[in-house]
């Protein structure tokens, strides 16, 4: 169900019940990190801080898992919307601004708008995994089980028309 509206991005951007903010992000080309984040990030574990999002309030239930231990001492003193990409479920939909350390030109009017437009639908269930391959057919699996034992089938006689010429005495 959940879909996420990058407000800075201008873009919806589906997923799964209890994925990771950050993970989704990343796999669809949003960029979370400014700078110092671009040079060097700590891959997700909660200890940089640099891939922080403020998520927009919308009335609706809480979008996000509860802050963890990690994020409480190291959100201290920093706005009460903000949140660590890497330490954040999605469990509904939600509008996220990225970097918002950076600060974001007529950031009100681009949430109002953002806020106005229903979230859409996204998917309801993990997809299901692709069908296993059939196994080879059975008339191959003769050969393949003799040369895999190191038994291969003799080489079969030849007739006199595919046999090679005798070697020519002078
Ligand atoms: S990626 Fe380092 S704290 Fe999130």
């Known amino acids: 169900m959940p ?25 669809e080309g949003v960029e979370l990190y400014g700078l110092k984040g671009k040079l060097g990030n700590c891959g997700g574990c909660g200890q940089c801080i640099t891939c922080f999002v403020d ?23 920093r706005p009460a919307t903000w949140r660590l990409a890497c330490q954040s479920l999605v469990e509904h939909s939600l509008l996220v601004v990225t970097r918002p350390q950076a600060g974001l030109q007529d950031r009100d009017s681009l949430v109002e708008g953002a806020l106005a437009r229903p979230l859409p639908t996204g998917p309801t269930a993990w997809p ?7 196994p080879p057919s059975d008339s191959a699996e003769p050969a393949a089980a003799g040369a895999a034992a190191g038994t291969e089938a003799p080489p079969t006689a030849t007739s006199g028309e595919d046999a090679p010429e005798p070697p020519e005495r002078r």
Do not use: Q
């Not at 299901?128 to 059939?134: L, N, S, Y």
């Open 3 to 27: 879909v996420i509206r990058f407000v800075r991005e201008g873009r919806d951007l589906e997923c799964y019940p209890g994925e990771n903010l950050r993970e989704v992000a990343l796999r």
């Open 55 to 77: 998520v927009v309030p919308t009335g609706s239930a809480a979008p996000l898992s509860p802050p963890t231990a990690v994020e409480e001492r190291k959100l201290r003193g």
């Open 128 to 134: 299901e995994p692709p069908e296993a391959e059939e």
